[in-house]
Structures are given as C-alpha cells and as structure tokens.
C-alpha cells in the first residue's frame, strides 16, 4: 500500500527536494496534495507532473491566476490562509511534510498532529514558537513528529541506539557560517552579499543569514528540548566546518554516536518518509579515504550572542522562544531589505526579550500576538 504525502511548501528547497526524493523512492510513495505561497507557475508545473487531488495556495490574491493555468487538471484547488491546515488534515494524506518558512505553518503542523499523522517537520517555527502544544496534540493523537532538518534528523536516528534514560548529552553541530573567523567589526559591518555566502550549504536567504548569526543553530537548541524530551543542560554545540558529521548523540556509557553524511538534505527527508526502513535513494555517499581531517570546536558565544541568546531562551521556555523567533525573522527581513545592519539584527532581538514579560504557558492565539507583538517592536527600533 503506497504512502500519500502532502507538501505543504512544494516550491521552496525541501518542496523541490522532496519531490526528487519521492520520484527516486517509486510508486510506493504517492504525491497526494501540493501547496506553495506566491509561486503560481512553478506550482502548476508541478501540478502538472504529478497530479495530485489537492493543491492549495495561501495567497488568495492569486487564487484566479492558478485556476486559469490548472482548467482540467482535475485537482480540487483550495485557496486562502486556512487552506494549509485543511490540506493537512485530509482524511486520505499519511505524511504531511511542511517546508513552510516562518510562523505561516504553525496552524498547519498543528492541524497534521491532531489529525494523527506523520509530520515530518522541516522549517523550525512550529516547534519554537509552539513546541509545548505540538509536541502535547501529537502525544494525544498518536501523530509521529519526525524531524527533517539535518542536524535533528541526524539526532533522531543516533536515538534509535539507545534509550531515552541512557542519554547523557545531544550535541548539535554547526558550521560556524561565513563569520566562523571574523573579528566582531567585521561581523557588525557586514554586507548582505558576505552575509549570504555560506561555505558549505546552499538554502535560501533568511536561513542563510540565521547560519550566519548563529540564530539558526539557537533555534535548534529550542527544537531539540521538544523534539527529544530533554533539558537545555543536555544540549551543546559544537562548531565542525566540514559539515559531514550531522549531529551525535552522547550516551551515559561514554559512547558517542555520530550521524555522518554529504551536505545534502535529501537524506534527512527520504528518512522521514521511510522510517523505520532505509531504502535506497539520491544521496550520494560518502567516501571516507577522501574525508581528510575532521575538526571540532566551541563556538565562540560573546562574539556569537545570538546562540548564546538561545540557550537562555530555551531555558527560559514560554514566550521568550516566540519572541526569539519573531523578533530575529523581523530584523532579518530588514538586513535584507538594506535598512540596518548585520549586526543590528542581534540587537533587536535582545530588546525585544529585554521589554517582554515572559509568560509561561499560552493558547495559539496568545501564541500569535506575542509573536505579532515582537514583529511590530522590530519594525519601530529600526524605521527612522
């Protein structure tokens, strides 16, 4: 019986990759519905390859312009804000993988978790901003929270050697970004053209940057507290330049399991459709006489304070995560935008924690303004 997979964001990197993953994987793994934001063209050119029963596009101003180019495709098309969540609750999706960016697919994720199925969780804001109410709708409805993301997927599969009482450390790796070596002017002054030059992986803009401030790897301390069931003094960062060790876990018996592989996200994602198998798939596969010398390091937090931040933050809990969050999609979109920065962007998201009252447990709604409420602080510490 084939696996049906809907992705929610089937335009983006994961969205693309997903879809050569699914191709390599054959007809076990069905493309069920599709969905993307703005990209009209692009999605009905998937549309048309794989026809799916449902495709759906949150922007509603261009609902018109996607009907026009799928006439006769025999898709159902939603449209609008609330058509990702009626995606993922379809009764005749198994997978859902959301590869939405920013706090757009939280609703989403949630909707997968308390409609029973697998989620396989590629962008970060549904567990940092709501990591205590997904983790708890998922538990409740019996739904499978499998991470995407290299680092936790490389996690999730060192657990499998262990029990949960036999862990002594997770040790997330990070590749240090553009500024691995830079002096702190160097860092504060930036260009968004060095900022974007990440040395080993290729993604989009806003995360590259988050590698490039380290807010990236903060954001997946957070992640890891929920995924995993752990504690923030469980969780350390190690800096590895190489990127071909993913992530390891550290077991109270001494033992380390580490997670090696290429640079390339189509592993973490063919293994959150297959698991608990392993099939056969694109990646290619490391040839390790030709690695060379493997280095770890500390990161550097007060050059680094965004990572730094995270820590606290996740220790922290309730709100300050969603604050976190926000405040840093915020600046980054005005770093971009060329209107402060690099080095501003740590800053906004300091004062925004400075000026908010952490609160410890919240409902979605209250979810949403805190995280409306630090979006609106960014954007009046940094317009003249």
Not at 42 to 60: F, G, T
Not at 324 to 351: H, S
Request: contains cysteine; glycine residues 6%; aromatic residues 4%.
């Amino acid at each position: 019986m084939s696996k049906r997979i809907a992705i929610l964001g089937s335009t983006g990197s994961i969205g693309v990759n997903a879809l050569r993953v699914i191709d390599a994987l054959g007809p076990q793994y069905e493309v069920a519905a599709l969905t993307a934001h703005n990209n009209v063209g692009h999605l009905a050119e998937q549309v048309r390859r794989y026809r799916p029963r449902h495709v759906a596009l949150s922007n509603p101003a261009k609902s018109i312009e996607l009907k026009h180019l799928l006439n006769g495709c025999g898709a159902e098309i939603l449209t609008g804000p609330d058509s990702l969540p009626q995606v993922a609750a379809l009764p005749g999706i198994d997978i859902v993988i959301t590869a939405v960016v920013g706090a757009a697919g939280l609703q989403a994720a949630l909707a997968a978790a308390e409609a029973g199925k697998r989620l396989a969780i590629a962008n970060k804001e549904p567990l940092v901003i709501a990591g205590q109410l997904l983790t708890e709708t998922a538990r409740a409805n019996n739904a499978d929270i499998i991470p995407v993301d290299s680092e936790h997927s490389a996690i999730f599969q060192a657990l499998q050697a262990g029990r949960p009482e036999e862990v002594n450390r997770i040790i997330l790796t990070a590749s240090g970004g553009p500024f691995r070596n830079a002096n702190p002017d160097e860092i504060r002054n930036a260009s968004v053209e060095k900022a974007l030059r990440h040395p080993t992986w290729s993604m989009g803009p806003k995360i590259t940057v988050d590698c490039a401030t380290m807010v990236n790897k903060a954001l997946e301390v957070i992640e890891a507290v929920w995924l995993f069931n752990t504690t923030v003094d469980k969780i350390a960062v190690l800096v590895h330049p190489e990127s071909v060790v993913h992530s390891m876990v550290e077991f109270v018996d001494g033992s380390v399991l580490a997670q090696m592989g290429t640079p390339d996200m189509c592993l973490p994602i063919q293994y959150a459709l297959t698991y608990p198998k392993r099939l056969k798939g694109i990646s290619s596969h490391l040839k390790l006489d030709q690695l060379g010398t493997l280095t770890f390091e500390k990161p550097n937090l007060e050059l680094f304070r965004a990572l730094k931040l995270g820590f606290e933050v996740a220790a922290e809990g309730g709100s300050a995560p969603v604050v976190y969050n926000a405040a840093n999609e915020a600046a980054v979109e005005e770093f971009l935008a060329g209107r402060i920065k690099f080095g501003r962007i740590v800053e906004l998201i300091e004062l925004c924690l400075d000026k908010h009252n952490v609160r410890p447990s919240l409902s979605l709604q209250e979810l949403l303004e805190v995280d409306q409420w630090a979006r609106q602080e960014v954007a009046r510490a940094s317009r003249p």
